[in-house]
């Protein structure tokens, strides 16, 4: 069964099913030239856009041009909404290819933003290192329900995709499931020492099992997003950031791979996780409008 969790996350669990190969998932690391890179990035916003859409809208496929593709038509299993933030969660079924997508819903309200604003680094105990507060709380309310999205979205299926790996690397070790991570427009989640802690683990367990690293964390253009909370707040971005500039024609060639991996010196010591500042963090024209697309999917929009 291929499970794709959306701005997200994706599972592949080869162990247990023999499917046709669905290019869902982009290769780690993989050259800005690729056009198959923009194509499946392309795919994971359009279901994390599918998360603005109400649940009768999702269950009957009338989304607008979001559903106008049948191919991606998603058998909807599970939609749920947390009355108190308003932050919404689905997880549908593509039966061509046997996949289960799980997506997150960004800000849409004045709660979420309230939650957002919140940037207060604090200490949990499941992990190393401190988080954003407003995030995680937020994520403590949907963590038993399912999991994805774009803005806060990502945000979320980042937390979600930590818990994955540690279950995968204690109470389901048995498994070799490739666990990739895609988000769009996403904040920063917590400190450096989390940062060094959230990459160590997912390195640790992809390279056990001889799999690719699969983080992504897309920024589109000028997006205000990705640079809040601020460095200066004490937080660090997690890996591995691709930042998209379009063009009329869309190429994806204007995708450029940001160097905000840890590297190995001269002595053999991995360092610590950096932001490129060649990349977007160094971008002082930022605004909202960048933050609410990717390619030709608009994100919020309403599903008519």
């Avoid at 992990?127 to 309310?141: A, D, N, Q, R, T």
């Avoid at 995968?168 to 450096?192: A, E, M, Q, Y």
């Avoid at 591995?240 to 009329?248: C, D, E, G, T």
């Avoid at 971008?283 to 409008?289: D, E, L, S």
Wanted: glycine share 6%; net charge positive.
């Amino acid at each position: 069964m291929k499970v794709l969790y959306l701005l997200t996350l994706f599972f592949n669990l080869i162990s247990c099913f023999t499917l046709r190969q669905v290019n869902f998932i982009p290769k780690d690391r993989p050259s800005p030239s690729d056009s198959s890179l923009f194509n499946n990035l392309t795919i994971s916003a359009r279901y994390s856009a599918l998360s603005y859409c109400p649940s009768i809208a999702l269950k009957y496929w009338k989304c607008g041009t979001l559903c106008s593709d049948k191919y991606y038509k998603l058998d909807i299993i599970t939609y749920y909404q947390e009355i108190i933030s308003g932050s919404t969660v689905f997880l549908g079924y593509h039966n061509s290819s046997n996949t289960i997508v799980i997506s997150y819903r960004g800000s849409r309200n004045i709660q979420n933003w309230i939650n957002n604003i919140n940037i207060n680094l604090i200490q949990v105990e499941e992990w190393e290192g401190k988080v954003h507060e407003g995030f995680y709380s937020i994520y403590k309310g949907l963590r038993h329900r399912v999991l994805n999205g774009h803005s806060l979205g990502g945000a979320l299926a980042s937390y979600l995709n930590l818990d994955v790996i540690n279950l995968l690397n204690t109470k389901l070790s048995n498994f070799t499931t490739p666990v990739s991570l895609n988000t769009f427009g996403s904040p920063r989640i917590g400190d450096g020492k989390f940062s060094d802690y959230y990459y160590e683990k997912v390195f640790d367990y992809n390279t056990k099992k001889g799999l690719n690293l699969g983080l992504l964390r897309v920024v589109n253009n000028n997006d205000i997003v990705p640079n809040l909370p601020y460095l200066s707040n004490g937080f660090v971005h997690i890996p591995h950031q691709l930042w998209y500039k379009p063009v009329k024609d869309g190429n994806s060639k204007n995708l450029t791979e940001c160097n905000d991996l840890p590297y190995t010196n001269a002595v053999g010591k991995n360092s610590s996780l950096k932001e490129d500042l060649n990349c977007t963090t160094k971008q002082i024209a930022w605004n909202w409008q960048d933050h609410l697309s990717f390619g030709d999917i608009t994100f919020g929009m309403p599903c008519i």
